[in-house]
């Protein structure tokens, strides 16, 4: 079986189907990413796969870096983004923002 690339919470798959959740925040394991890598996309909870997304960029950032603009682009507001986060990465600091497009 085709493994994915990169898994979401089930709960954020609507979002991103629906072109609503366009970034996701991730630590070191995961900055490996490059622009224009397709990437079979499945979900956290069962490996199912859902989409493919193209990746559009890398970007470091720190946790107080964190702004209104990325939480547009997560469909939360910047106070949801921080709790999630923090619910994911306690006491990380160092993230890397992917950026991507639906492709399929
Ligand atoms: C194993 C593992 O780390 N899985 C993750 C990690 C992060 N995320 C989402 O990325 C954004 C910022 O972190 C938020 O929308 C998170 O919910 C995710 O869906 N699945």
Do not use: W
């Amino acid at each position: 079986m085709l493994q994915n690339d990169i898994t979401f919470f089930a709960r954020f798959e609507p979002d991103i189907l629906a072109g609503r959740k366009t970034i996701t925040i991730r630590d070191a394991a995961e900055s490996h990413f490059q622009p224009g890598q397709r990437l079979r996309t499945g979900r956290y909870e069962d490996n199912g796969y859902f989409c493919t997304l193209e990746v559009i960029s890398t970007t470091p950032v720190a946790l107080n870096e964190l702004n209104d603009e990325h939480a547009r682009q997560e469909n939360m507001t910047l106070a949801e983004l921080r709790q999630v986060i923090a619910e994911i990465y306690p006491g990380l600091d160092e993230f890397y923002v992917i950026a991507f497009k639906r492709i399929s």
